[in-house]
Structure formats: structure tokens, C-alpha cells
């Protein structure tokens, strides 16, 4: 029985000793990948250091949890992105971390925050690109802010679009096939088309109601009423040589985005100024002190 037993345990020997070293190797990824973020010793260590105000120590110690536990790492890439983004003034980097949070965490509460954090890290990063030769700071700050509003109102655009396309479809399947036999081109209608020719032929059942002449009546009686008021008509031609006669003398700080803020409300009106004063401008850039501006 013992030489058996022996030859048994020889031979088991390296198998346990493989299954000791394998189950070793999974113990420390395992407990990586199953622990949570939050209770790694590095994040831990990132959030008391932020408290106490060492920014630079709390980054590294985020850096860590990353490269630690790879793509299992939201949190600690949100840390790290805002650190470069309010501490640290690098746009670029913050963008990046940003955008890895939000690939991992893509319907998190934290979401839409992170995509205006990344919206306003790329306006810092604008800010720091070199002038053109006839712009200066605030008017690429303004550019980018007129693009951000132009975007949203172009998707806004579409959306009122899509809405009246979808409610003229609906509209006009069950709104008029009531009248007459017109019943089977409401179906024809519906095949998705934005502009639906066969309804329009519909319209015709409208002019059943004869109170057509009655308006026509009211219409004749309009012009005899405006024939008393024909000499109010020189009012609105007066008003408008006042609008186009002002004028804008140049000072010390001026541009034309200035003066079309001014005068407009806004700084979109740049390009008309200049070309009304194309006499005394050689460029938008070109403003003299002193010099009278039309202001059209």
C-alpha cells in the first residue's frame, strides 16, 4: 500500500502545483475586476487628497486606479478630467477623460453634465489657438459661441420640420375623406411623402360654402375707407431716412464688432458696415479715430 499511495503523490505533485500558481494568478485579477472602484486603495487615497487640497498627488494616485484596473475606471477618469480641466488649465486632456467616462458610463445621472464640461474644455482650447491676421480674441470667442447657437437652432430647425411633415401625413388621411369619394386618395396619400400632391385636389370640395361673394363686398368697401387715409401713407416713408441717416464717429477702442453691437443688438452686422464704408475703410480693421462711420 505505501509504494502505490507514493506513486500517486508523485505524479499529483506538479498538477497541484499548477492549479496553486493558476488559482494565485486569477485570486489578484479577480479581486481587481470585481471590487469596486470606489473601494480601491488608490481611490480612496485620490478622494483625501483632494480634501486636503494636493491636487497634483490626487492625480497621480487616479492615474494609478486606471492603469490598475484598465477600462473598469469611470469614476476615477472623471476625477482625473475635471482636475485637468479646473486645476491643471489642459483642455485637451480633460476632453479625453471626459469622453472615456462617458463611453463607459453613457446613461449615467452624471451624463449630461460631462458632455457641457466637454463643450466648455473645447471653447478653452479655442481660446488658446493663434489670432487670425484681422480678428482678435473676443471675436473668435464670439465665433464659437454663434456656431454653438447656430448648431442648436438648425437641430431645433429640423425637428419643427419633421414635426409639421409627420402632422401633415396624419392630417391629411382621416381630415378629408369626409365630403365626398376622395375616401381612396386619403390612403394613396400616406407612402411618407413630404409634399402629398393628391390631397390638394381635396381643397376644391371646400368652395361648397357659396358666402364667397360676402367677403368680396367687404373688400370693395376697404379700399373706399383707405382712399380717406391715402395721406397717411407718407408716415412710414419718413421713417425710414431716419433710420438710414445714422452715423458713428470713431474712438479709441472701436471695432466694427463693437459698433454692430452697439447699433444692432449684435456683432453679425460687421460686413455691412464695412461695405458702406468702403470710401474711408481699406479693411474692416481699418479704423481711424475721428472718422464718421454711416451706420446702415
Partial sequence: MPRPFHRLARLLRPLLGVAALWLAGCSDSDRVKTA???DEPGYREGQALLKTGRRQE???????????RGDDAPESHLEIGLLYAQH?????????HFRKYLALRPNSPQAPLVRQRIDAATREFARTLPAQPLENQLQRVDLVATLDK??????????????VKAGRNAVA????DSPTAPAKAGPAAPPGLSFNVETIPTVRTRPV???APAPARTVTQAPARNATAKPATPAPTTAKPAA?????TVQKGDTLSKISQQYYGNRSRVRDIFTANRAVMSSETDLKIGTVLKIP
Fill in 36 to 38: 469596486a472602484e470606489i
Fill in 58 to 68: 490626487a492625480l497621480s494616485a487616479f492615474l494609478k486606479v486606471v492603469d490598475l
Fill in 88 to 96: 491643471i488649465n489642459d483642455p485637451l486632456s480633460a476632453i479625453y
Fill in 150 to 163: 447656430l448648431k442648436q437652432e438648425n437641430e431645433a430647425l429640423k425637428q419643427e420640420l419633421a414635426d
Fill in 173 to 176: 388621411a382621416p381630415g378629408f
Fill in 209 to 211: 360654402a357659396p358666402p
Fill in 244 to 248: 438710414t441717416g445714422r452715423t458713428h
